[in-house]
């Protein structure tokens, strides 16, 4: 029977075009040769920090526990921002600590957050512009290698969390807004579905239309807006085969309500 | 000598962007942590299941007998379409039964084709929305893993083929059409290159021009269109260092007829 | 303890949306089940040795030696033009003989240069239009399960070069140019930043402005561009939270002097 292979993941704004993405798998796998490195996305727009958190928190929780994950969207690069280096029930989080953990770590509390200081774990020319491959690679490939977590640096008592738009309760109203949109023109907003109580008849209202919510896709008619909970548990509002996005303009920060 | 890690490649039209094709391999390699898992592509156009069977079919022939290729380009989840798992001799099938698998069918017929009902070999929970993490997924890493084919659901006699742009012959000329255009702008037909007759002086018609055909991109003048057999076996139009289908603005679907 | 996986990485011009890549990957693994392949990138322009050989020589000294880098960005398939399999300190290169490694072999030079020519590690049926997945993914894979280099082909004395934008000096001065532009609109000159003296107070000008040589991104002012040696030791123009290439509408080709 084989060993089991550690799994390192990447979630990262680096793009598929460059040579940013082979440089970290190169230094992951010069370290540690029997890590399974799995692309998550490098597709998020430059420095957009939200989401990135929202990717990650979407993606990670589907692994074995004791993957590591590391996200780089780190637009303070070279700055003073923090790098962590965390553990959870579900895995293990590398990278810069502003506020790219901040939703996985609310789904999944950390059993301890540690700075990552201890320069032995990182690339012996740390560039000021890269921690990517010269500071997140690096340690993520020696954790795999059984490292234990104290030797990375020092406890932090916390983590920086992005500001959330607070959801005002009325009663029957939820208040969220549009958190993403995705590849297929779903308009995904910060409300769970299971804030719907299972017997009423829900309504999500945005920009002035009062959509019905259904179970799937299909059970819309074809080019026109319907609501359901959709496969990571919040509230979206999509098109049978179409663009919700693109057929009412839908943008993230917009405001939705939710009559339940 | 190590073991051979099961090959499981995946072929849909989820985009690089977000979440989807991370969560589909954590799902995968939390049910078997040896699998391998190969991208095909995640750009077909959303609910484009004509180019996803195109793609699949260029693509899975390639890897070694006993591979596991999952398609998801889906836009029925959550309807009444059926889930397919099928046995070839080439390797197997996983993905909805909406013709996505026609092409390659096609050219490798099915030993069994059954329907992917079995719901121990789904997650736990499962989406009305996201069956590539919820179903496909699952089932391949079990199949991955050893589980017998007749485990997955009942056999089923016949599948979902696409409708083909019928071939019309007259003596000395094939009717055809555009049916994918690839990234460096080359149209690719659907007549098989062996169809011409290796002693003739061939030429194809498109949009009233006459195009020679030749052996290979250099073979034409620079920036001339130009029609060869690809290496995908179909005749295609192309330029020597430019696009066919900007130049001549060449779209699936369009009429071709090759004298030969 | 596992054995090591051999190591293939993929820099290439296909693109993500067709079945080139995965081809390649399938004819890699049918020949090698073990190897561990890797993408560098495969979002290089159609054509552009130059920005191929640019991403490969900044990814690939990350890898571990002996790893096995297949490039192919291949505008002259099927024409004159030679395949090399080369040795050098830090790993081997396989790919069509047009440029393509000259930035990795000058900062790498050849142990052993060899034109890649002996049919019986190509596949059966080799096409004119397609020699990534039918030349250079065999040997490629051969080489990683051991064949001897000395088996592909007779030894050639030397390979294609690009020609590169000299570097003129007059005292205190670099003229250089543009030569590549990243996803986050960062311009990359040629001039390398070991060129600077370390005591001087250098600055770039391009396009009549005069830049300052900070030490990372948040050292200049957010909106304003700035000049820095980036992670992979040249020059390059930045803008601190945005797009330099796009601020000051940056190509490569464009002349820039350096001031040190």
């Known amino acids: 029977m084989k060993t089991r292979s550690p799994i390192i993941t990447l979630t990262t704004d680096f793009g598929a075009s460059d040579w940013f993405v082979g440089s970290v798998k190169g230094v992951i796998l010069s370290i540690n040769p029997h890590a399974q490195i799995i692309d998550i996305s490098h597709q998020i727009a430059p420095g957009d920090i939200a989401s990135g958190a929202f990717i990650l928190a979407n993606a990670c929780s589907f692994f074995p526990p004791g993957a590591i994950h590391v ?69 993520a490939a020696h954790l795999s290698r059984g490292t234990a977590l104290s030797a990375f640096g020092p406890r932090q008592a916390d983590y920086c969390r992005l500001p959330r738009a607070v959801i005002v309760t009325e009663p029957g109203i939820l208040t969220g807004e549009i958190s993403y949109v995705d590849r297929f023109g779903n308009a995904i907003t910060n409300i769970p579905g299971s804030s719907m109580s299972p017997t009423g008849r829900p309504r999500l209202r945005v920009k002035r239309r009062s959509l019905r919510l259904v179970t799937h896709y299909q059970a819309g008619p074809p080019g026109q807006p319907i609501a359901l909970v959709g496969s990571h548990g919040y509230i979206e509002i999509a098109v049978n085969g179409g663009s919700a996005a693109r057929l009412l303009r839908l943008n993230p920060g917009m405001s939705v309500k939710l009559t339940y």
């Open 71 to 139: 996200a780089v969207v780190d637009p303070g690069v070279g700055s003073q921002r923090a790098a962590l280096i965390v553990q959870t029930r579900i895995g293990f989080f590398v990278g810069p600590d502003n506020g790219l953990f901040s939703i996985v770590l609310e789904q999944h509390p950390p059993l301890q957050v540690r700075r990552l200081m201890n320069p032995r774990f990182f690339r012996a020319s740390v560039s000021a512009t890269f921690h990517g491959r010269d500071v997140f690679a690096p340690a």
